[in-house]
T-cell receptor, first 116, second 109 residues
């Protein structure tokens, strides 16, 4: 149980385009979903926390107009990178929790974004 | 299928040593990560092993045996602040992370 999937696994896009990444909890309802960004061999950097049906809470320094997060249902959250640029290339990881406590997170496999 | 196993919870005493094991079965292998996560915080990178053997970094060491699909995280001279969840994750042949469920480590005085 407690499986989280992400789609797509890989995405390569041109600079200036927008990319949508989906995060799904497959066998449980996720009250809260977290979006992280990871650079090679570095800690996960929390970008935002989203609760179903409400606006996401963004961490300091994360542009909410650039990284659009939608948590429309208890099993799906999406992250849209708008007008992507090469510096947005990274590994994006989502996690989902049954409760709002981050200690109960289940992590997705990640999405590797490369912006040309 | 792909699978990562690690104990759900462990208890240890301040000043002691604890070993957290992780076994994995994945489609290919591109490295194994250990993270520490305190409640309410993002996971912190601890180590990355891609070759067999022991990697030591201060009080923390991580060991990998690819032939056995096995890793452990060794924490020495335990401190109260080491109470946290420890996550094992393997990167498979598609560079996807397969996550363990995490081991909650409780340190007692």
């Amino acid at each position: 149980g407690a499986v989280v999937s992400q789609h797509p696994s890989w995405v390569i896009c041109k600079s200036g385009t927008s990319v949508k990444i989906e995060c799904r909890s497959l066998d449980f309802q996720a009250t809260t979903m977290f979006w992280y960004r990871q650079f090679p061999k570095q800690s996960l950097m929390l970008m935002a926390t989203s609760n179903e049906g409400s606006k996401a809470t963004y961490e300091q320094g994360v542009e909410k107009d650039k990284f659009l997060i939608n948590h429309a249902s208890l099993t799906l959250s999406t992250l849209t990178v708008t007008s992507a640029h090469p510096e947005d290339s990274s590994f994006y990881i989502c996690s989902a929790g049954r409760t709002s406590e981050s200690s109960e997170q289940f992590f997705g496999p990640g999405t590797r974004l490369t912006v040309l | 299928g792909q699978n990562i196993d690690q104990p759900t919870e462990m208890t240890a005493t301040e000043g002691a040593i604890v070993q957290i094991n992780c076994t994995y079965q994945t489609s290919g292998f591109n490295g194994l990560f250990w993270y520490q996560q305190h409640a309410g915080e993002a996971p912190t990178f601890l180590s990355y092993n891609v070759l067999d053997g022991l990697e030591e970094k201060g009080r923390f060491s991580s060991f990998l045996s690819r032939s056995k699909g096995y890793s452990y995280l060794l924490l020495k001279e335990l401190q109260m602040k080491d109470s946290a969840s420890y996550l094992c994750a393997v990167m498979d042949s598609n560079y996807q992370l397969i996550w363990g469920a995490g081991t909650k480590l409780i340190i007692k005085p």
